[in-house]
């Protein structure tokens, strides 16, 4: 199935260009007719092809696919349309979560904030552990918690389904974004202040830390852009 994911998702497969059949795709990668199946059909759940019975699968436009889906993330962000697609991200995250932020201000019990505080801790702490790629992957998993744990203080259900989902397929999307380099400086003081207006209460605070947060995360894409010009050059 990868590598059908990512002939769609690079264009080398475009909307409307037919797939092969079942059998030709278990001659292809020599398995059975029953994990050929399974495989378009996976490509239908993630929105990238539609499966006809009795005639052939067809690739669909883009605004059909799960942009959520881990494996449609990992593949579009090894294509020429990654930088557009993490300005996407970080817009989502812009329209959720500030105002997420402002109504955690409001509404957050003292465990709500002990729980937050605990989250913010855990960041400090992965920063400590050994090894780059083991740093880097605990880093990300508190981090995400930290914003999880923020939406949950909303006491809006429905948001927190939401952003864990998203939250959970992105993890890997945060990894061209990451500046190891800054996080102490720059990541843990920004995430120190909305927990500090939170915890005070203050919602017009929360909302303006967590824009200036995002803003630091959007000048992180503007210099990974700016990387990937240099680069294809």
């Known amino acids: ?11 080398r497969l475009a909307p409307g260009d037919a797939l092969p059949r079942e059998v030709a795709v278990a001659e292809r990668f020599g398995i059975s007719r029953g994990i050929a199946r399974e495989c378009l059909r996976a490509l239908e759940e993630r929105g990238l092809a539609t499966v006809r019975h009795g005639s052939k699968t067809t690739v669909n436009p883009r605004e059909d696919w799960d942009l959520f889906d881990p494996d449609v993330i990992a593949a579009s962000l090894a ?3 990654a930088v557009a697609l993490l300005g996407e991200y970080i817009e989502c995250r812009r329209i959720v979560e500030i105002e ?14 002990a729980a937050l505080e605990a989250r913010f801790e855990e960041m400090k702490a992965a920063l400590a552990t050994k090894g780059a790629a083991a740093q880097e992957a605990a880093y990300h998993a508190a981090d995400v918690a930290f914003h999880t744990q923020l939406v949950h203080a909303t006491g809006n259900l429905a948001l927190l389904t939401l952003v864990r989902r998203v939250d959970t397929a992105l993890l890997v999307a945060r990894y061209p974004l990451a ?9 843990l003081p920004e995430h120190e202040a909305i927990l500090v207006a939170v915890r005070e209460g203050n919602p017009d605070a929360a909302r303006a830390a967590m824009r200036a947060h995002l803003d630091t995360v959007e000048s992180y894409l503007h210099e990974h852009a700016r990387q990937v010009a240099r680069s294809a050059a």
């Open 79 to 81: 294509g020429p349309g």
């Open 179 to 187: 500046r190891p380099a800054y996080r102490r400086t720059r990541a």
């Open 1 to 11: 199935m990868a590598e059908f994911v990512a002939e769609i998702v690079s264009g």
């Open 100 to 113: 997420a932020a402002g109504f955690a201000a409001e509404r957050a019990t003292a465990d709500d904030v």
